[in-house]
């Protein structure tokens, strides 16, 4: 089975301070993504990576960044952290055979006081 | 703009019935639809999907139907049982096209299994 892990369940930062979430897959996926995930508005892209060194911007991609310096890691980076990202953060993979399935870490449950 | 959206936020099942979570899109390039299911505490993990050349897929005690002619997704669990209880999204392929990278999902619904 396809593993994405992500370091932290549970995050809480002061405004102001970067952040950095990270991701790792095991199954040597090209596509990486990173949703939040907000009560009644679902899953909303932030950013996906099709490739090593690259990147583009989803549905809402103000106020983050992201990472792929390896294909197995994608990390998102909050610049500046602000309230309004307090969020659940999910990151996926899609790749090989399973070519339109994510496959979703388990979450990180980020707080900005 | 075109969206994906779920006719109701929660839904209360008693356990051994057939539960049916409904989903709207707008998109009618959309050829790929799938569903996800989101236990607590957990990412969410694929369950079934369906290509828009399709009318009907059934899975384990999972069917979903497709009707394009009203843009209507829904996704019908047999003989509910406590384990079933999450919540529940439906997502289309933003991009139409059968291998694309992108989902659109809809807002969730949340299945409450009662004993």
């Known amino acids: 089975d396809v593993k994405v892990t992500q370091s932290s369940r549970y995050l809480v930062k002061r405004t102001g301070e970067k952040v950095f979430l990270e991701c790792v897959q095991d199954?040597?996926?090209?596509?990486m993504f990173w949703y939040r995930q907000d009560p009644g508005l679902g899953l909303r892209l932030i950013y996906f990576s099709y490739d090593v060194k690259m990147k583009e911007k989803g549905d809402i991609p103000e106020g983050y960044s992201v990472s792929r310096e390896k294909k197995e890691r994608f990390s998102l980076i909050l610049e500046s952290a602000s309230t309004n990202q307090t969020s659940m953060y999910l990151c996926?993979?899609?790749?090989?055979?399973?070519?339109?399935?994510?496959?979703f870490g388990s979450g990180t449950q980020l707080s900005v006081l | 703009g075109e969206s994906v959206g779920l006719h109701l936020p929660t839904l209360s099942v008693q356990e051994g019935d057939n539960s049916i979570i409904n989903c709207a899109y707008s998109n009618s390039a959309s050829d790929y639809f799938i569903w996800y299911k989101q236990e607590s505490g957990k990412g969410p993990q694929f369950i079934i999907d369906i290509r828009s050349n399709m009318d009907k897929r059934q899975g384990q005690r999972v069917t979903v139907l497709l009707n394009k002619t009203v843009k209507h997704l829904s996704l019908q669990i047999a003989a509910t049982q406590p384990g079933d209880s999450a919540v529940y999204f439906c997502?289309?392929?933003?991009?139409?096209?059968?291998?694309?990278?992108?989902?659109?999902f809809g807002g969730g619904t949340r299945v409450l299994v009662k004993p």
């Open positions: 997502a289309e392929n933003k991009s139409g096209k059968a291998a694309g990278n992108k989902l659109t």
């Open positions: 199954m040597d996926h090209e596509n």
């Open positions: 996926a993979s899609i790749g090989g055979r399973e070519n339109e399935k994510l496959f």
